[in-house]
């Protein structure tokens, strides 16, 4: 299983149209070859966190979950830059994304 994970900070100005987008986004990608499942997980600050009042972004990290390595390459290269362009078509310099791929080495179940 291979985790494809893309870490977003969005201006807090566009964040509700963000949202929305998103959840559109990533039900597209759902329909990809070897895309099983995704998730969304929101930043929380702590009581102790510093400076939580004045920030002026939001972060988001999305999850997807992909049967393997091979599809996520073919995504990667046929598919990936029609879905980040359009991020970038509508959102411009208003949102930053990075990324990272993990493979499951090892899964507990309780």
């Not at 099983?36 to 002026?56: D, R, Y």
């Not at 972004?57 to 359009?86: C, E, G, H, M, W």
């Amino acid at each position: 299983m291979i985790i494809y994970e893309v870490n977003l900070e969005i201006q807090n100005e566009v964040i509700n149209e963000y949202q929305l987008w998103l959840n559109e986004h990533i039900s597209q990608l759902l329909n990809c070859e070897g895309f099983i499942k995704a998730q969304i997980l929101k930043s929380i600050e702590l009581e102790n966190s510093q400076n939580s009042e004045n920030k002026t972004t939001f972060s988001i990290t999305v999850q997807y979950f992909i049967k393997d390595l091979i599809s996520l390459q073919n995504y990667l290269k046929n598919d990936a830059p029609r879905f980040r362009q359009d991020g970038i078509n509508r959102f411009g310099g208003k949102f930053t994304a990075t990324r990272r791929v993990f493979e499951t080495s090892l899964q507990f179940n309780f």
